[in-house]
């Protein structure tokens, strides 16, 4: 079982796509799986024939199981294991494969790099029961890395983690009763860890809307043939201020709050199969016009189902436009381990004071957060509304 | 949707610039006429007065460019090829470099130093060189190597809003060689930061200017036959981002540096280091150089030019072996 994206711990076989006797094809896919972010095909690691189905359809079981045994083509008993974690999907021990490549392999002086050592002391592994595929058998990290995978299932035998692929449109939206699965399972598990292990406090500010709105009809003008919104501008904000107030873009794990440089803006998006966080990576480095088709795409790939594990990880801080539901105040629950949440809510036109004690009609929105309470007070949020709030009433930002 | 080379990016942020600001102005050879390059061409008639043709003398170029910045203007300079900048060497590392620092603050130099750089163009011996591992080592000047057209964009902007010298180098070869999309296209607007232009889990290949897209060619290529790179576009020289650096290192513990400069001191060796001092316990393999051969001078004649600099193919197979080990 592949670990199909961070914190991922387990998974469910949908479907096999080949039964016991096939043959397959390298990267052909053999079964469907489920885990709690994605449905993805699982491409075979090795061309060889499917000998033994080792996990019945509908079972589930933890990241790292072997699930099925491959008969690699036409591989000789005894050879040195260019590709050792594949073939010992095979269920040949590891270490047994390719026994002849520790004395026939021209011999190396037995060197460990930096990274294997430490990874060594890591997983607690004699290295010396590591089988090697550098150059002249020299162990690779990527050797350590797969040896600790196998040990740590406690089985010889490992296949190899596949590389991911892209969500495939299985169904796995709200159920219409009954045991909740998949996709809803995992907005119930992230939701229910967010409430029990956050202590989350809210606030609120008011915004006045005139420049940031005057800014996307501009960009409008700039993109034809594409409906504009407020989103990736608001987004733009965000990054600004979140800039100068870093310790909202960050992720706590493990009693450890790990600042990020890079802002990784999760944006929430709402879809028939359920709610999915999108992450635009590196959102500093965009333009607005940039920010928005990538804000496009993945809002589309969403709604498609064809999103990547890579592009639901990794978040720093996240966004949610809960004004697209004519929500006008709303508490968001912080996405775990992130710190922090915002939202846009609708953008109303009311009538508000302005600086000559005049009454005017103006756009405006509420922006609402919260936050983790544990690494921040209200302090921290309080200076970075301030901070989100000037930017966009001055349409300084992006 | 704009559609930009190297040279059409230069000429828009500096047209740019120059409407938005008055104190911004263009001195250098020929800059009246447009340059060698074409990079100012059409500048003078629209922004008369300021763009000024200079004697053929770099120390003086670089001199008048320090005082009209210290008395308020925002001089853009333009060294004809960064062969020649050395004669301005004194004015930018001894006058230009320090002026913030010796006054406490108190004075700035808002002046930047556009410089064409680098080979494969068959400009010889006097044409042809890298001279980011001289200035980028000098503290006090930022030095600037960007590579696609959308952080020419941003970062020559950069620099000109920067309230200290900057060395903007401008990869010649690469003018009118690599065009972009540059609306929507990921564009770097701080100076000090690296981008990671592509991510594999196999080799990290580290480069600038006209090497990145090699490097990225490679990439191209290596992925088609299963070695997955992690490209980084070093953009900046001075600061260098060690943080982006060691990030892309650790990621797949093989690293290997190529740039078109002289092997011996480079600013590899640098990188080199940085990357040994701070990730170390994540190298698997050695850390890899390729860059051009300890000769005086890059030669003219094509095949001796090829002889000398780096290409996709000979990156390609470096990274193979690194994968390999």
Known sequence: ?398 | MAEMTVLEAVRTTLAEAMERDDRVLILGEDVEAGGVFRATDGLAGRFPGRVIDTPLAESSIIGVSIGLAHYGMRPVAEIQFADFIHAGFDQLCSEASRWCYRTCGDAWLPMVVRAPWGGGVHGGQHHSQSIEAFYGHIPGIKVVVPSFPADYRSLLRAAIEDPNPVLFLEHKRTYRLIRQEVDGAPAETRIGRSRIARRGEDVTIIAWGLMLHEALAAAEQLAAEGVECTVVDLLSVQPLDRETICEAAKATGKVLIVHEDTLTGGFGAEIAATIAEEAFEYLDAPIRRLCGPDIPSMPYHPAMEHFFMPDRERIAAAARELAAY
């Open chain 1, 1 to 398: 079982m592949p670990q199909l994206g961070e914190s991922v711990t387990e998974g469910t076989i949908i479907a096999w796509k080949k039964a016991e006797g096939d043959l397959v094809e390298l990267d052909e896919p053999i079964c469907e799986i489920e885990t709690e972010k994605v449905t993805a095909e699982l491409p075979s690691p090795v061309a060889g024939r499917l000998v033994r189905i080792l996990v019945p359809q509908g079972e589930t079981v933890a990241v790292g199981a072997p699930l099925c045994e491959i008969e690699e083509a036409g591989v000789p008993a005894g050879r040195p294991a260019a590709d050792a974690p594949a073939s010992a999907a095979a269920g040949a021990p590891a270490g047994e494969a390719g026994a002849a490549a520790g004395t026939g392999a021209p011999s190396r002086r037995r060197f460990y790099s930096p990274a294997v050592q430490r990874l060594a002391e890591l997983h607690g592994i004699d290295l010396s029961q590591v089988q090697g595929t550098g150059l002249g058998g020299r162990v690779t990290r990527k050797d350590v890395e797969a040896f600790a995978a196998r040990q740590a299932q406690g089985a010889k035998a490992a296949p190899t983690a596949a590389p991911a692929p892209p969500v495939a449109a299985a169904g796995a939206g709200p159920a219409p009763g009954g045991p909740l699965t998949g996709v809803r399972r995992t907005i119930a598990e992230n939701l229910e860890r967010s409430s029990r292990e956050i202590p989350q406090a809210w606030t609120m500010v008011e915004v006045e809307m005139t420049a940031l709105l005057a800014r996307r009809d501009a960009l409008q003008q700039r993109i034809a043939g594409r409906k504009v919104t407020a989103l990736p501008l608001f987004i733009a904000a965000v990054c600004s201020a979140l800039r100068e107030h870093p310790v909202l873009n960050a992720r706590f794990e493990q009693g450890e709050l790990r600042v990020s440089r890079e802002l990784n803006i999760g944006v929430a998006v709402a879809t028939d199969w359920g709610l999915v966080v999108p992450v635009i990576k590196d959102a500093a480095s965009l333009s607005i016009e940039g920010l928005a088709a990538r804000l496009d795409d993945l809002v589309t790939r969403a709604r498609e189902r064809r999103l990547s594990v890579g592009d639901v990880e990794g978040g720093t801080f996240t966004v949610n436009n809960t004004g697209a539901f004519g929500s006008i105040a709303s508490k968001p629950l912080v996405n775990p381990p992130q710190v922090a949440i915002v939202t846009l809510e609708r953008i109303v036109r009311r009538p508000v004071v302005t600086g000559e004690d005049a009454i005017a009609v103006r756009p405006v929105a509420n922006v609402c957060l919260s936050f983790d309470h544990r690494v921040m007070d209200g302090l921290d949020a309080g200076r970075f509304l301030a901070t989100l709030k000037a930017r966009i009433e001055a349409g300084t930002f992006g």
